[in-house]
């Protein structure tokens, strides 16, 4: 899958395509997505999809900003990362784009009726915490992958077609360790922040 970075990780958390891309022509993908969203939308919305509601509460239809858009083949294999994810961060000294995880990051995969693998690599959370992080990698009800991560990790997950659209195309990363740079420090950051991720990919 063709990613925008060198680094395999898209700058505006959607994989694969065109830049800028979100959506298929797929019906179907279409409908998966829609769910996603209004779930999100009842959530208070994940980072990237910033329209707070479809409608007044009187049913009056409001208007939404789309910040992303992409089309994409049905049959391709692309990612849109969803909630639980914080804003992409890029040093231009080091030029390396990096993004945080909350405590659970979710992501939708299209997979189009195929197994894929997911690739994720990033910081040792030892630089935040005093014990490794135990991580866990989902689908659905299903645990594809856990980890107790001790290092400068990378992390390559088998994502099976069948649990894959069991759980509705949707991925999520559990960390049990987060941290907020407030409460530490007195940083205005008021983030909660998981894990650092370097590299994330789907192919």
Same mark, same amino acid.
């Given at each position: 899958? +063709?990613?925008?970075?060198? #680094?395999? $990780?898209?700058? @505006?958390? &959607? =994989?694969?395509?065109?830049?800028?891309?979100?959506?298929?022509?797929?019906?179907?993908?279409?409908?998966?997505?829609?769910?996603? /969203?209004? *779930?999100?939308?009842?959530?208070?919305?994940? *980072? =990237?999809? +910033?329209?707070?509601?479809?409608?007044?509460?009187?049913?009056?239809?409001?208007?939404? +900003? /789309?910040?992303? $858009?992409?089309?994409?083949?049905?049959?391709?294999?692309?990612?849109?990362?969803?909630?639980?994810?914080?804003? &992409?961060?890029?040093?231009? @000294?080091?030029?390396?784009?990096? +993004?945080?995880?909350?405590?659970?990051? #979710?992501? $939708? &995969?299209?997979?189009?009726?195929? *197994?894929?693998? !997911?690739?994720?690599? =990033?910081?040792?959370? /030892?630089?935040?915490? @005093?014990?490794?992080?135990?991580?866990?990698?989902?689908?659905?009800?299903?645990? /594809?992958?856990?980890? *107790?991560?001790?290092?400068?990790?990378?992390?390559?997950?088998?994502?099976?077609?069948?649990?894959?659209?069991?759980?509705?195309?949707?991925?999520? &990363?559990?960390? @049990?360790?987060?941290?907020?740079?407030? #409460?530490?420090?007195?940083?205005?950051?008021?983030?909660? !922040?998981?894990?650092?991720?370097?590299? $994330?990919?789907?192919?």
């Amino acid at each position: 899958m +063709r990613q925008e970075s060198n #680094e395999s $990780f898209d700058p @505006d958390g &959607i =994989g694969g395509g065109q830049p800028k891309s979100n959506l298929t022509g797929s019906a179907g993908v279409f409908s998966t997505l829609g769910r996603h /969203l209004e *779930d999100s939308r009842r959530d208070n919305c994940g *980072d =990237g999809w +910033r329209g707070s509601s479809y409608a007044a509460s009187d049913g009056t239809p409001e208007k939404v +900003r /789309l910040t992303q $858009f992409a089309l994409e083949p049905a049959a391709a294999v692309f990612f849109v990362q969803h909630n639980g994810w914080n804003e &992409i961060e890029y040093n231009r @000294d080091l030029q390396r784009r990096w +993004r945080w995880t909350t405590n659970r990051a #979710e992501t $939708f &995969i299209n997979s189009s009726g195929r *197994d894929v693998t !997911l690739t994720m690599a =990033g910081e040792s959370p /030892l630089k935040y915490f @005093d014990a490794p992080p135990h991580v866990v990698v989902r689908a659905g009800q299903a645990v /594809l992958a856990t980890a *107790d991560l001790a290092g400068d990790f990378e992390l390559v997950v088998k994502v099976p077609a069948a649990a894959l659209a069991a759980a509705d195309g949707m991925v999520t &990363i559990e960390t @049990d360790k987060t941290f907020v740079p407030n #409460e530490r420090s007195g940083s205005p950051d008021k983030r909660r !922040l998981g894990l650092r991720l370097f590299k $994330f990919d789907v192919q």
